[in-house]
């Protein structure tokens, strides 16, 4: 990335920029990235876009470093020292601020406001996150091959994070990729879902992810068989029910009326399901795992 990408000193101008171009149309003139060198940070932008700054380092107690911090429209103080930013981060993407240290990594610290945090779908995220794609997906034969990529299709990534698109969405997501003025390519439908080349798969294994194989489908029905035992076992009310809970956090005083609930687990996988839910016995995340274990898409 380093050597394919001009590095600029933290005082020059940005080379590229997007013109107006008609009525309802800009293009874009100039290098697609560019990196800039901000005290011991690089900063890559892709399109006027900052995608990506290492190192970083994240306060939160004890400084560790990120893997990526995107996206700083503006600027906080005039001295161009700290700048909005969003941070990647255990899959969640979180709002605050960037501040660059002359001969030291720029430190990110999260918003004391906590509604600047927002949970994310970690697969789309890792696709936002990565400038290596941002600048592979402008290339139009290999956006559709993405596309293809992306539907009835099932992604592993770190941590057993599970990433999918239905067809209109990753249509969607692909367009969103390739940023404004790019062509439109009227992905959905097009012929290819399903298809997975060599270089989106080698694209996609770079930022952590793999396609699911017909042995993850095999272990995942197995480990689900498991956990289905395991949750029926649970008393009723055993987690606070996702739907009940008040707008402050608080669970509700009732959880569930036991007498509506009916004793016996229903042997429909699904009924059952809905049974552990709607008896408190699992909680939507537990919910999620389950609807993921039971994902019939993979490859092979």
Do not use: K
């Not at 503006?74 to 969640?92: F, P, Y």
């Not at 994310?120 to 996150?129: E, G, I, N, T």
């Not at 016996?264 to 839910?277: C, K």
């Amino acid at each position: 990335m380093r050597g394919a990408i001009a590095v600029l000193d933290d005082g020059e101008p940005d080379p590229g920029a997007w013109r107006r171009a008609g009525l309802w149309r800009r293009e874009w003139h100039g290098p697609r990235a560019w990196s800039r060198q901000r005290g011991d940070t690089l900063v890559t932008y892709v399109h006027g876009l900052a995608r990506r700054a290492e190192p970083v380092t994240w306060h939160d107690g004890e400084p560790r470093l990120v893997g990526r911090v995107f996206d700083d429209p503006r600027t906080l103080r005039g001295d161009d020292t700290t700048c909005w930013a969003l941070a990647t981060r255990r899959h969640v993407v979180v709002g605050g601020t960037l501040e660059f240290n002359a001969g030291a990594p720029a430190r990110f610290t999260v918003a004391a406001d906590q509604t600047l945090a927002r949970s994310h779908d970690p697969f789309s995220l890792a696709l936002a996150a990565s400038a290596e794609l941002a600048l592979a997906v402008l290339d139009e034969s290999f956006a559709r091959a993405l596309y293809g990529a992306l539907c009835n299709t099932t992604w592993i990534g770190p941590g057993d994070a599970r990433g999918d698109f239905t067809f209109r969405a990753a249509a969607r997501y692909v367009e969103f990729l390739r940023g404004p003025g790019a062509a439109v390519l009227d992905l959905y439908l097009s012929g290819n879902e399903g298809r997975v080349q060599a270089d989106v798969r080698a694209a996609l294994g770079a930022i952590g992810w793999r396609l699911r194989t017909a042995a993850d489908h095999a272990a995942d029905a197995l480990e689900l068989q498991v956990r289905l035992r395991e949750w029926s076992g649970r008393p009723i009310g055993h987690v606070v029910p996702w739907w009940e809970l008040s707008a402050d956090g608080r669970a509700p005083a009732t959880l569930v009326d036991p007498s509506t609930v009916p004793v016996a687990p229903p042997p429909d996988p699904q009924a059952l399901l809905d049974w552990l839910a709607s008896s408190a016995r699992i909680d939507v995340f537990d919910y999620q795992r389950a609807v993921r274990l039971a994902d019939p898409c993979h490859a092979g």
